[in-house]
């Protein structure tokens, strides 16, 4: 007998050995994600100075095309009205004026601006070009910076809660955690509302549902005491006490105007007003 119990013992030691190496093993490739994240982060932020830098440039020498155009196209001041000749007498004729040859006759004013305006318009058409571009590549940046931050946060929150080893991420991690007996877990849908609706020993109401950054705004009620939540994150748990019980709420899922997720109370103290995992999810627009 008592053999059998230290074969037991020893069984339990190495199952919990491989525990730990499996959360240190999760811990150091999540650390290794955040970083190469974070390098890349960065990398799109000196992408963006530089073509900040550009665009500013770019609009330097616009300005200084538009002045020189603006120089050229002034309209020219007339010029005075040349004094009136007196009519010769009859007698004395004026002396006949000679021609130019036709290869010294100049080049009309007008063609010569025109033709320089003509050039100078497509430079200008060319830099607007070039500055449409660059204002798109920035906005784009702009986009990545922010989808990348989101992202960083985002697995900050989940290697948050990977090595506390109580987050699940879909319906079936969740029957996981639940075939452990530690918890009781109570699955939701939940679409915008001002109504609360009741969820294990939470009332919950969900008041706005961001699908782009996948964040939302959620109203608690906690032993009639309401509880603002603003800018919560995808699996970012949320903590509180009912009735000096930790209660945690996790959503694992982010539509468009509507959220999913579970709550999670200690087994020890049901909550008879909520129902059972196993039990079909309802739509709260169908209470």
């Known amino acids: ?61 616009l300005q200084s095309v538009t002045s020189r155009l603006d120089t050229m196209t002034e309209p020219k001041q007339q010029a005075t009205p040349p004094a009136k000749i007196a009519k010769p007498s009859p007698a004395a004729k004026p002396a006949p004026v000679a021609k130019p040859s036709p290869a010294a006759k100049p080049a009309p004013v007008k063609t010569r601006a025109k033709a320089a305006s003509s050039a100078n318009d497509v430079r200008f058409k060319q830099m607007q070009d070039r500055i449409a571009d660059q204002q798109k590549q920035i ?45 009781s877990y109570f699955e939701f849908q939940l ?54 019980q930790p209660v945690e709420l996790v959503v694992n899922e982010i539509d468009k105007d509507q959220i999913k997720g579970y709550v999670s109370e200690p087994k020890y103290k049901p909550t008879p007003a909520a129902a059972p995992l196993s039990s079909s999810l309802r739509n709260p627009a169908d209470q």
Do not use: W
């Open 1 to 61: 007998m008592q053999n059998t119990d230290e074969s037991s013992h020893a069984g339990r030691i190495a199952v919990a050995g491989v525990l730990v190496l499996v959360v240190l093993a999760i811990a150091a490739y999540s650390a290794v994600g955040l970083r190469n994240e974070r390098n890349r982060a960065e990398e799109l932020a000196s992408t963006n100075q530089s073509l900040r830098d550009s665009l500013s440039r770019l609009q330097d020498q």
């Open 139 to 183: 906005e784009t940046t702009q986009q990545d910076l922010a989808s990348t931050r989101d992202e960083v946060n985002g697995r900050l929150d989940s290697t948050v809660d990977e090595l506390g080893g109580s987050i699940a991420k879909n319906h079936d991690e969740l029957l996981a955690l639940e075939r452990r007996g530690e918890r």
């Open 191 to 244: 679409g915008k509302s001002k109504q609360f609706q009741r969820v294990g020993s939470l009332s919950l109401s969900v008041r706005k549902v961001d699908s782009k950054h996948r964040s939302y705004d959620l109203s608690l009620l906690v032993n009639d005491q309401k509880l603002d939540k603003k800018h919560v994150n995808l699996y970012e748990p949320i903590s509180v006490r009912a009735s000096d």
